[in-house]
């Protein structure tokens, strides 16, 4: 199967400063990816869906704002969360698309925000 | 609206038992459906897929999986259940035809015990 990293794998930050985290697909070119959390025990919910070269598009209830995403390339998606709050700490993975009917993630990244 | 239930939340199995996992899927069309498996602190593993053709999938690990689609159901299944076995399990959902998000399930924790 087609390979996707991700980085960092952990990470842990004070309140207030931003955090990004970078997915890349190794040995494929995804136009479009999807960014997914998942909290402690729960289930992974879509947070946005990004097409490289133009603007993410957010679910309902995420802030745009405070997660940043940038597909500039067909290998390299990075999300920034900003001014991290606790609340925000979570497993966060990337999902390139390759084509509809693979679907490969990345192996995620967790946030603690203190 | 695409949707998907896992009833069980969590479920205990002896070792060398058999297991199945339960899973309904809410979607208008035929729909591509996925099983992984994420253990304790790690990404999504694909056991299985389906999108059409033949309703009973093999997967990895020994896993397979029925579609029925006048049950909406997709359930897994494993005849003989490993301790290595452990781990959250996820039901997804996905829109046929189309570069699409998935939409996943609560999850089904599975224990086994020796």
């Known amino acids: 199967g087609a390979v996707v990293s991700q980085h960092p794998s952990w990470v842990i930050c004070k309140s207030g400063t931003s955090v990004k985290i970078e997915c890349r697909s190794l040995d494929f070119q995804a136009t479009t990816m999807f960014w997914y959390r998942q909290f402690p025990k729960q289930s992974l919910m879509l947070m946005a869906t990004?097409?490289?070269?133009?603007?993410?598009?957010?679910e309902q209830g995420v802030e745009k704002d405070k997660f940043l995403i940038n597909h500039a390339s067909l290998t390299l998606s990075t999300l920034t969360v900003t001014s991290a709050h606790p609340e925000d700490s979570s497993f966060y993975i990337c999902n390139p698309l390759w084509a509809y009917n693979e679907q490969f993630f990345g192996p995620g990244t967790r946030l603690t925000v203190l | 609206a695409q949707s998907v239930t896992q009833p069980d939340i969590h479920i205990t199995v002896s070792e060398g038992a058999s297991l199945e996992l339960r899973c309904n899927y809410s979607y208008g069309a035929t729909p591509y459906l996925f099983w992984y498996v994420q253990s304790p602190g790690q990404g999504l593993q694909l056991l299985l897929k389906?999108?059409?053709?033949?309703?009973l999938v093999q997967g990895i690990k020994g896993f397979e999986a029925e579609f029925k689609r006048s049950q909406s159901s997709f359930n897994l299944r494993k005849p003989s259940v490993h301790w290595s076995d452990a781990a959250e399990y996820f039901c997804a959902v996905g829109a046929s035809g189309t570069a699409s998000k998935l939409t996943f399930g609560t999850g089904t924790r599975l224990q086994v015990t020796l």
């Open positions: 389906y999108f059409s053709g033949d309703t």
């Open positions: 990004s097409n490289e070269g133009s603007k993410a598009t957010y």
